[in-house]
């Protein structure tokens, strides 16, 4: 059925959560595709924006079996239900690999590669990696030469296996993509855990300053890679942009996983993403060549669309989805009017997997709102005692306090339990930091901030 509006996510519901989320891994969603549509293409990667003919396509069947390589390579590394692979690359195929594949057989941890070696040091500590997966020298990204050394530096002696490197990167203890293609064919690992195991660890900022690793389990990014694709609307024949990087939700989750679930084909727009300024210059025509019917982007690339020309027919385009930071409806209606496309708004944060409320693209755009809560959750607005959040004042539609949600897609706490408290509160209430209200129709409103937290590009700055 096509998700519109509250009611709509009341019938969903009411044909129940197994019907809704048939595949409770991001590996299970994977592995169904490549068993229903074995030579659909799954990742269209673009080595250059200005020769297609070099575009790098991956099959459903190619990338399951590529994960499994990378699983078995990940597991002759040490990595097991209670280790890490820290993932610190571009978004590429070969990242995609990466983190699908160490959630195989234990854990990914995707890190910001910009991050300073000792920030990235000490979250390889705590995510326990046994091996680590790092972009190798290229002609775009160069934070092996310094980010290697530093690591090793800060005693970080776990193997290190560089990727999509464009020439010798020294000191590496393998090339990712040499290992998984020598790795025995049809090998098959043992998957650990069930859906409720843990899955990932991802770095946030945080209240204190201090990056702070979340626990993912399985069922939290199946949920919202289901919940995004029915809000979304995604179908085969989609070919959803994602410039988003893999080490934030939405690259990973909101926009990625949620394509795949639905059989889309990820488009890639090389390893700078949306920041690839080539490719940029020329979005219009990319839609056109390459049939682009949905685009991933933060409200400053929407700013930057706005300000490009359509030079090209870009009638296979239909929606422009966003978040990350507050939508101005200016800026909605501005690119709305000069692409011809509509724009949808999302609510989501790292301790969500990325999502917590979408605005359905088969529903209208309502000014300032970041959308409906997903299928299966719950989003509520909240009083205060003692400077406290207080879930026993529920506050009636219209009144703003402080957002709150619950449901499967509320991640499992922190890897430090005693951070945990005023986020991640008794019953399964996650409080997002965030003031706003929610309307009689169910569209949730964010109109300011209770943590001081700055928002660029997506990431949260304390």
Not at 43 to 48: A, G, K, R, T, V
Not at 245 to 250: D, Q, S, T
């Amino acid at each position: 059925m096509k998700l519109r509006n509250a009611q709509d996510i009341l019938e969903i519901e009411s044909r129940g959560f197994e019907k809704f989320v048939p595949h409770r891994s991001a590996w299970a969603i994977i592995k169904h595709q490549a068993s229903q549509r074995p030579d659909a293409v799954a990742l269209e990667f673009l080595h250059d924006c200005a020769a297609p003919e070099r575009d790098e396509l991956v099959t459903f069947s190619q990338l399951a079996n590529r994960i499994e390589a990378a699983a078995w390579v990940f597991q002759r590394a040490g990595v097991g239900p209670d280790k890490a692979v820290a993932v610190l690359t571009q978004h590429t195929i070969s990242g995609q690999i990466a983190l699908w594949g160490a959630q195989l057989v234990g854990r990914a941890c995707p890190i910001n590669p910009m991050l300073k070696p000792e920030a990235i040091a000490g979250l390889i500590r705590a995510a326990n990696a046994a091996a680590v997966v790092i972009t190798g020298v290229s002609d775009e990204v160069s934070y092996w030469k310094t980010l290697v050394p530093g690591l090793r530096a800060e005693g970080i002696e776990v193997p290190i296996f560089c990727c999509d490197a464009d020439r010798a990167s020294p000191d590496h203890d393998g090339i990712f993509e040499d290992l998984v293609a020598a790795a025995p064919e049809g090998q098959k690992v043992e998957v650990w855990g069930d859906d409720q195991s843990i899955a990932a660890l991802y770095h946030t900022g945080g209240t204190t300053g201090q990056p702070k690793l979340v626990r993912h389990r399985r069922q939290n990014q199946a949920h919202v890679a289901h919940a995004c694709a029915a809000m979304y609307d995604f179908g085969p024949d989609d070919k959803m942009l994602n410039g988003f990087p893999l080490f934030h939700v939405a690259g990973a989750f909101v926009f990625g996983l949620s394509a795949l679930s639905a059989g889309s084909r990820l488009v890639i727009p090389g390893r700078l993403g949306m920041r690839n300024q080539g490719f940029m210059r020329e979005v219009w025509q990319q839609v056109e060549r390459r049939g682009i019917t949905k685009i991933g982007a933060v409200p400053t690339v929407l700013a930057a669309l706005n300000s490009t020309p359509v030079d090209a027919n870009i009638a296979t385009l239909r929606f422009l989805l966003t978040g990350g930071s507050p939508l101005p409806t200016e800026l909605a209606e501005a690119v709305e009017t000069h692409a011809g496309v509509p724009v949808r708004n999302i609510l989501g944060m790292t301790e969500s997997a990325g999502a917590i409320a979408a605005e359905p693209v088969q529903g209208p755009r309502t000014p300032l709102s970041c959308g409906l809560r997903l299928p299966f959750s719950e989003v509520a607005v909240f009083g205060e005692t003692d400077g406290d959040v207080d879930p026993g004042k529920r506050l009636p539609a219209g009144e703003t306090g402080i957002i709150a949600t619950r449901g499967p897609n509320v991640a499992d706490g922190y890897s430090q339990a005693s951070r945990n408290p005023g986020t991640f509160l008794p019953k399964g209430w996650l409080v997002t930091g965030d003031l706003g209200s929610i309307d009689a129709t169910g569209c949730l409103f964010i109109t300011g901030r209770k943590k001081d937290v700055i928002i660029r590009s997506a990431h949260n700055i304390d």
